[in-house]
Nanobody
């Protein structure tokens, strides 16, 4: 059974920092592209950052220079370091694992962790 468990969300003042973690089980973590997405009520879930199996990273323009995605394959865990947080970063943050198989791409999601940034 695949599980992605996010942690590290919370309430922080604008300008502050948080680090989100995504602990995976039931998958070969090193074979997954790990992504962080966020969603606010009434809006579509959008990509924040992702890191490939080779460590190539990609960020949404709105977080470039402030957020850093990383992974520790030995711990089956992905991270999102968020600095200089802004009220507009307030959202439910989800971890995603994408694995390429011979029959296509498999997507796995965590349940989300809430990040709230106060002004």
């Amino acid at each position: 059974q695949v599980q992605l468990v996010e942690s590290g969300g919370g309430l922080v003042q604008a300008g502050g920092s948080l680090t989100l973690s995504c602990a995976a089980s039931g998958i070969i973590f090193s074979t997954a592209t790990i992504g962080w997405y966020r969603q606010i009520p009434g809006k579509q879930r959008g990509l924040v950052a992702r890191i490939t199996t080779r460590g190539v990273t990609d960020y949404a323009d709105s977080v470039k220079g402030r957020f850093t995605i990383s992974r520790d394959n030995a711990k089956d865990t992905g991270y999102l370091q968020m600095n200089i947080l802004k009220p507009e970063d307030t959202a439910l943050y989800y971890c995603n694992a994408k694995i390429q198989t011979s029959s296509g791409t498999r997507d796995y999601w965590g349940q989300g962790t809430q990040v709230t940034v106060s002004s």
